[in-house]
């Protein structure tokens, strides 16, 4: 069955960096788009990142662009999120999400979400 | 930010039916993009409840849909259950923000 492992979650100063991964298994990984979304401690839901199915855009919410880079290996099925310069509001579950279509461009939603990993930002 | 405006709370009693808004505007909802609606389940992921405005992926009940209308969309969900309390949030993209957004959540108790 379709599954996302995230990775890499941890506690970090305000001004360091982290490194989040994401597993796929259980679906034609290339063939789509995947997200980053977080979600700070009893808030809602935020955006944060998009990548093309080819890695070839990315896309970021205004309050991550130029800190975060989000990257893909399609030959290891895998998805990165690369944090720098982080934050207290950064702290959050971090959740890589799989399109809900093959071969998108933005615009559309979040099929399959992995169970998320932690980051807390703090001195 | 969240750009969607969902009520913080709505209820009801079993086999009931709640219906949930979301207030968007002319760059998201108004602009024809989808609509997408989520159920979070406490201390669980999101779960996609329902597509394209409307649509329900396979496994959802026929309980949960959806519409739009204009720049608003709503969650119906009928016969409510004891295990259909969790939050809901809706999302779409929004292109003056080149991004996608997410409502301010809705908090679904069941008396």
């Known amino acids: 069955q379709v599954q996302l492992v995230e990775s890499g979650g941890g506690v970090v100063q305000p001004g360091g960096s982290l490194t989040l991964s994401c597993a796929a298994s259980?679906?034609?990984?290339?063939?789509?788009?995947m997200h980053w979304v977080r979600q700070a401690p009893g808030k809602g839901l935020e955006w944060v990142a998009f990548?093309?199915?080819?890695?070839?855009?990315?896309y970021y919410a205004h309050s991550v662009k130029g800190r975060f880079s989000v990257s893909r290996d399609n030959s290891k099925n895998t998805l990165w999120l690369h944090m720098t310069s982080l934050r207290a509001e950064d702290t959050a579950l971090y959740y890589c999400?799989?399109?809900?279509?093959?071969?998108?461009?933005?615009?559309?939603?979040?099929?399959?979400w992995g169970q998320g990993t932690m980051v807390t930002v703090s001195s | 930010q969240s750009v969607l405006t969902q009520p913080p709370s709505v209820s009801g009693a079993p086999g009931q039916r709640v219906t949930i808004s979301c207030t968007g505007t002319?760059?998201?909802?108004?602009?024809?993009?989808?609509v997408y609606w989520y159920q979070q389940l406490p201390r669980t992921a999101p779960k996609l409840l329902i597509y394209?405005?409307?649509n329900r992926p396979s496994g959802v009940p026929d309980r949960f849909s959806g519409s739009r209308s204009g720049t608003s969309a709503s969650l119906a969900i009928t016969g409510l259950q004891s295990e259909d309390e969790a939050d809901y949030y809706c999302?779409?993209?929004?292109?003056?923000?080149?991004?996608?957004?997410f409502g301010t959540g809705t908090t679904v108790t069941v008396l």
């Open positions: 990548i093309r199915y080819d890695g070839i855009n990315d």
């Open positions: 999302q779409s993209y929004d292109s003056s923000l080149s991004g996608y957004v």
């Open positions: 999400a799989k399109d809900f279509r093959e071969y998108s461009y933005p615009g559309g939603g979040f099929h399959i």
């Open positions: 002319s760059s998201n909802i108004g602009a024809n993009y989808d």
């Open positions: 394209d405005h409307s």
């Open positions: 259980g679906f034609m990984f290339i063939t789509y788009g």
